[in-house]
């Protein structure tokens, strides 16, 4: 300001106002032993004292946006609240973009709203510093190739490569090439790897090199755009599953073993290695209803149930495999209707497999920068599914199971004004990654469900990376925890009842997963994680096949916290992952339990529901896995109790009254049918199997502390009570 002096924004929360008011009377009242005012020296250095408004906030050179115009903010944060800034968001309805950048003081977050949105934002979270308009897109980056190129070699100088090598994400593409500054660091020369030797392992299409910087960095667009260092905390593997011209394409029909090459080339070159493997590659137009060769291969691969993979007799104990895949993309010649119409365009083969994480698109990317599309529009809203996305709509509830459980960024398309014409990778509409491909341009536009597929698995190897000590089903288990449906998504969820919101999860799965939430508990957003192995069929004397164990757990509730809260709403998450030995057959699409080896359920204790009772309604439930619900049936589940009966992975959201928790402190798990009991004679009665179990507490309120009084439970007794050997008829 002129004259040397200077403007400051204090954020107040109201109760902290008579500490202000205070603070000014005792200078107006009370002097100090010397003559002087009390705190002389803070107020009178003040000119004048006005309450902040949003103005107050944006420090952008552009203008604020007018009413009535939703804009993606750039809002500065403190690290410490960035917790209650979601919470406002949440509250308030408002869709917040998934990636983030951190800085040592600030943390920027982008959120999608109008200005009246906003003012109420910054008056209840009490998290933001300042705002900008965001508009740092790929447009801006890729518009000459040489300014790009300085960026990435500056950027290049920015990250700290991993020194170990015990993460990587192994990627099942075109191949890769290692000359990108961005790629050499994390990828050796050994660890890029074909099917076929004559095909060369170097990326002769461009998509693994694309691939191949989402599943490192994510998108590069923000990490251009700052000046920070940034740490890989993983590598990169490479097997070139496609050939290259003119060798002639890969016969379909191959794919089931050409995967299982692919698998096997990294794990012999580097058997110690932790990865997630990822692929993109689906066939084209064939849906994934039903089980093929290939899906039920990379069910194999999962729960390392191959005959290349079977340990000793009993034995189903060992580390199974993290496979991330693509859902497919709807193809670009389809017309603007046929794109709205989900049923239109089935996820493809073989991301039906059970075991594996499919991941569909939504998207963040509504702004056109392009001046030939002006007078354009974006396909989608912010927050709603990416129209390069298919769904699983028209496949047979109960049958098959929910895909995509994730969806991430993909991208979005841009539509004429008379929706005659639908034009598809639009830079301002997609996501940054890396390009080499001998034009001398090393970065590029990227988008659709690959795009989105790259960008889970890097999270999948970010959280291996923290937790040296999680199991593969627990990766996926957190990923899904994680998730959460974004503002649209809700909406529409909110107009569906519980049997018809299904319907919807096979467009979007469970949301938009959440890095930070998975790695990472808060005050009032605390995880439980279990991992264990259970027997769940045995052979009884003079009986024959027979269910054996159920695992119960006592769950170490806040009571306190939760009595105080009384009536106030708690939302308690729970999933379940595991992997099934899938038996592909003729009966497999009509008979979920003729596909699987054995089939978990969690339930969840009742308000005043005697402990006698709460088992034996479990016993009765998994007799038969089609059983009527409707006696047990529970009105706090957002989801139908049976939707997710299908698959390997078990996601719900409860949410009521925090006080009716407090009885509600116990959950089992429990198997139900399976081929493993139905076919005896193929001797796996016995097997045992690994199981991960997430259960999360969350306020809406960020100063309620749930974590340091589960904390102190935890310490005083263990967090889980297992009975095993329950007679289950």
């Known amino acids: 300001m002129d004259g040397g002096g200077e403007q400051a924004l204090i954020i107040l929360p109201e109760e902290k106002l008579l500490f202000l008011e205070q603070r000014i009377a005792t200078y107006r009242d009370e002097d100090t032993p010397a003559g002087n005012a009390r705190y002389k020296n803070e107020i009178e250095s003040l000119e004048h004292i006005r309450l902040g408004n949003l103005e107050a906030f944006w420090t952008d050179v552009r203008p604020l946006p007018a009413e009535g115009h939703p804009i993606w903010w750039e809002c500065w944060c403190w690290p410490d609240r960035i917790d ?13 973009a998934q990636q983030r950048l951190f800085f040592p003081n600030l943390t920027v977050s982008m959120v999608y709203c109008e200005r009246v949105a906003m003012e109420e934002i910054i008056g209840t979270s009490f998290a933001i510093a300042e705002l900008r308009h965001a508009t740092d897109t790929p447009h801006t980056f890729v518009r000459t190739s040489t300014e790009a190129n300085l960026w990435t070699e500056e950027l290049a100088e920015r990250i700290d490569f991993p020194e170990d090598d015990d993460v990587a994400v192994c990627l099942l593409d075109t191949g890769l090439n290692r000359a990108h500054p961005l790629l050499g660091a994390p990828t050796a020369d050994e660890d890029c790897h074909s099917v076929d030797t004559a095909w060369n392992v170097t990326d002769h299409d461009g998509h693994g090199t694309g691939m191949a910087g989402l599943s ?74 039903r089980a093929t060769s290939w899906s039920a291969a990379i069910d194999q691969l999962a729960s390392r149930s191959g005959l290349e993979d079977e340990g000793e007799e009993g034995d189903q104990t060992k580390e199974g495999r993290l496979f991330i895949i693509a859902a497919g993309n709807i193809p670009d010649d389809a017309s603007f209707e046929e794109m709205l119409d989900t049923d239109e365009f089935p996820v493809e083969d073989p991301a039906q497999a059970w075991n594996a994480i499919t991941v569909g698109g939504s998207t963040d990317l509504t702004q056109i920068a392009e001046e030939e599309l002006q007078g354009w529009s974006a396909m989608a809203r912010a927050g709603e599914r990416s129209p390069y996305s298919r769904s699983s709509t028209d496949w047979r509830q109960g049958r098959a199971p929910i895909k995509p459980e994730l969806v991430l960024e993909a991208g979005n398309r841009a539509v004429s004004a008379d929706h005659g014409d639908v034009s598809s990778g639009v830079d301002s509409l997609s996501l940054l990654t890396t390009r080499n491909d001998g034009s001398g341009r090393l970065i590029d536009t ?111 509730w806040p009571r306190a916290t939760l009595e105080e809260l009384g009536n106030q709403e708690i939302e308690l998450k729970v999933t379940l992952s595991y992997f099934v030995e899938p038996a592909p057959g003729q009966l497999a699409p009509i008979r979920p339990d003729r596909y699987r080896s054995v089939g978990l359920r969690f339930d969840l204790k009742r308000t005043g529901e005697p402990f006698a009772t709460f088992l034996g309604r479990r016993n009765k439930l998994e007799q038969d896995d089609d059983a009527d619900f409707a006696e047990y049936a ?46 005896p004679a193929l001797g796996k009665l016995d097997r045992d199997l690994r199981y991960a179990l997430v259960l999360g507490l969350r306020s809406s309120d960020a100063n309620v502390d749930l974590y340091s009084e589960i904390e102190a439970e935890i310490e005083l007794a263990a967090a889980a009570e297992v009975e095993v050997g329950l007679d289950q008829d």
């Open 634 to 679: 529970d009105p706090r589940w957002i989801l139908d109790q049976r939707v997710g009966s299908v698959g390997s992975v078990h996601s719900n959201t409860w949410i009521g009254p925090a006080a009716e928790l407090l009885d509600r402190d116990a959950v089992v798990i429990y198997p139900v049918m399976g081929w493993w009991r139905e076919r």
């Open 446 to 556: 990227f988008w659709a469900t690959s795009a989105a597929a790259a960008q889970a698995a890097r999270m999948a190897a970010v959280i291996l990376a923290a937790h040296d000590d999680l199991w593969p089903e627990t990766v996926r288990a957190l990923l899904v925890q994680s998730a959460r449906w974004t503002p649209p998504m809700l909406q529409q969820l909110r107009q569906k009842n519980k049997s018809e919101r299904h319907t919807l999860l096979r467009e979007f799965g469970y949301g938009v997963p959440d890095l930070d939430r998975a790695l990472n508990s808060s005050r009032s957003d605390v995880e439980l994680i279990t991992q264990s192995v259970i027997r769940p069929f045995c052979k009884k004397p003079n009986e024959g096949a027979s269910f054996k164990e159920s695992h119960v757990y006592r769950l170490p």
């Open 84 to 96: 209650a800034l979601l919470r406002a968001c949440e509250r308030n309805h408002v869709h917040v």
């Open 216 to 289: 490192l960095y994510g998108n590069l667009a923000p990490m251009l755009a700052s000046t920070s260092r940034f740490a890989l905390d993983h590598r990169l593997e490479s097997v070139k599953i496609l050939p290259p011209a003119p060798f002639p394409p890969n016969d379909p029909a191959n794919y089931a073993s050409i995967t299982r090459s692919a698998v096997a080339l990294p794990e012999i070159e580097a058997p110690a290695r932790r990865r997630v493997f990822c692929m993109a590659i689906t066939s084209q137009d064939v849906s994934g209803e």
